[in-house]
T-cell receptor, first 114, second 113 residues
Framework: AQSVTQPDIHITVSEGASLELRCNYSYGATPYLFWYVQSPGQGLQLLLKYFSGDTLVQGIKGFEAEFKRSQSSFNLRKPSVHWSDAAEYFCAVGGDTGGFKTIFGAGTRLFVKA | NAGVTQTPKFQVLKTGQSMTLQCAQDMNHEYMSWYRQDPGMGLRLIHYSVGAGITDQGEVPNGYNVSRSTTEDFPLRLLSAAPSQTSVYFC????????????FGPGTRLTVT
């Protein structure tokens, strides 16, 4: 079955500290992987995506993610967190099975302390 | 481009009432979807459409109807609202069926009492 697991419901980091949000997926074919961010009261915005090629992908707002096929993971990282990064982050997987539907994880809420 | 627009932003319904959530996009995208977002559950797909006149069920379709008469519009109808349908509803579109990124509307917060 296709699924996405984000093990951390919420994470708190200090401003300026590094960040890693975990994402594991289960998918029966070549996965297309996404990270979205949702600020309070807003819709989802795409941070970055992986389709193929270089397994380290760069996104907007200084985020990057690394695809590790052997671990079925697509973790999101940022070297130095800013207060404005406080939001909810969703990992998602899609592909050429299941009617091209996108499966979302439950989300990780990031809190940033001064 | 306005992108994906949704109306209304907020709505309160009584149990048994019906209503339609509106969604429109101006990007000429073929693929449109409706999701509901509930705490701790991420986004769950309600219905989706791969083009005008073509719709299909997602993960949680019960209690909802959709139609797609034009490329631009994809309304979601609640036939007889229930408290379990209290949620935030997002409409999304993408270029076509291939899994490119989706563009999301700002959401509709629905409360059913």
């Amino acid at each position: 079955a296709q699924s996405v697991t984000q093990p951390d419901i919420h994470i708190t980091v200090s401003e300026g500290a590094s960040l890693e949000l975990r994402c594991n997926y289960s998918y029966g074919a070549t996965p297309y992987l996404f990270w979205y961010v949702q600020s309070p009261g807003q819709g989802l915005q795409l941070l970055l995506k992986y389709f193929s090629g270089d397994t380290l992908v760069q996104g907007i707002k200084g985020f990057e993610a690394e695809f590790k096929r052997s671990q079925s993971s697509f973790n999101l990282r940022k070297p130095s967190v800013h207060w404005s990064d406080a939001a909810e982050y969703f990992c998602a997987v899609g592909g050429d099975t299941g009617g091209f539907k996108t499966i979302f994880g439950a989300g990780t809420r990031l809190f940033v302390k001064a | 481009n306005a992108g994906v627009t949704q109306t209304p932003k907020f709505q309160v319904l009584k149990t048994g009432q019906s209503m339609t959530l509106q969604c429109a996009q101006d990007m000429n995208h073929e693929y449109m979807s409706w999701y509901r977002q509930d705490p701790g559950m991420g986004l769950r797909l309600i219905h989706y459409s791969v083009g005008a006149g073509i719709t299909d069920q997602g993960e949680v379709p019960n209690g909802y109807n959709v139609s797609r008469s034009t490329t631009e519009d994809f309304p979601l109808r609640l036939l007889s609202a229930a408290p379990s349908q209290t949620s935030v509803y997002f409409c999304a579109s993408r270029r076509d069926r291939t899994p490119y990124e989706q563009y999301f509307g700002p959401g509709t917060r629905l409360t059913v009492t």
